[in-house]
């Protein structure tokens, strides 16, 4: 079965830093997506990465996908207190029966403080 | 537009009870999945349809755990003979075809409160 790691599972930065989320996963996939949540609230959307060396960029979070390396960065620049949230990664591996099921990594959860 | 929405928001049940929770998804998705959420096991699939065609049930933890999907629209998630183990939050997402290029939709779930 597909497994998906992220680390750290837990970070505390300072409001202005920069840090880097990484999720690697067990099997071949080439389709990844990364999602926040806010504490008592569902997952939303942040980046679909479906490529080898896709690349998005929202605001102050770049995401990146090495399909070779079974590796996916999401990077914080400049971190705002509003980015405190719990951040998953999720592969789908999309064969067969198994299209379109989603197996998450166990969140990192990041705490901007001033 | 509306998003995935599910009921209730929040079910406390005695163990021994049945529940069921329901998902509507996107109008116009034909992919819906349920997903449970708890401290120990992180996001775990639970159930995806798609279409007409055969449920994927293989993520079930037991064979108390059953779903449906009437008329390729609202599903129901019925959980028998609850267990306190199965305390968790029921996410329901949905997509708008099976091609894994399009993103899953999250509804804000339904937490569940065996005690």
């Known amino acids: 079965e597909l497994k998906v790691e992220q680390n750290p599972l837990f970070l505390s930065m300072q409001e202005g830093k920069n840090y880097t989320i990484y999720c690697n996963y067990s099997t071949t996939s080439d389709r990844l997506y990364w999602y926040r949540q806010d504490p008592g609230k569902s997952l939303e959307s942040l980046f679909v990465l479906l490529s080898n060396g896709a690349v998005k960029q929202e605001g102050r979070l770049m995401a990146s996908l090495d399909t070779k390396a079974r590796l996916s960065t999401l990077h914080i620049t400049a971190a705002v207190h509003d980015l405190s949230a719990t951040y998953f990664c999720?592969?789908?591996?999309?064969?067969?029966?198994?299209?379109?099921?989603?197996?998450f990594g166990r969140g990192t959860q990041l705490t901007v403080w001033p | 537009g509306a998003g995935v929405s599910q009921s209730p928001s929040n079910k406390v049940t005695e163990k021994g009870k049945d529940v069921e929770l329901r998902c509507d998804p996107i109008s116009g998705h034909t992919a819906l999945y349920w997903y449970r959420q708890s401290l120990g096991q992180g996001l775990e699939f639970l159930i995806y349809f798609q279409g007409n065609s055969a449920p994927d049930k293989s993520g079930l933890p037991s064979d108390r755990f059953s779903a449906e999907r009437t008329g390729g629209s609202v599903s129901t998630l019925t959980i028998q003979r609850t267990q306190q183990e199965d305390s968790a939050v029921y996410l329901c997402?949905?997509?708008?075809?099976?091609?894994?290029?399009?993103?899953?939709?999250f509804g804000p779930g339904t937490r569940l409160t065996v005690l």
């Open positions: 997402a949905s997509r708008i075809g099976a091609s894994a290029y399009n993103e899953q939709f």
């Open positions: 999720a592969v789908d591996i999309a064969r067969g029966s198994t299209l379109g099921r989603l197996y």
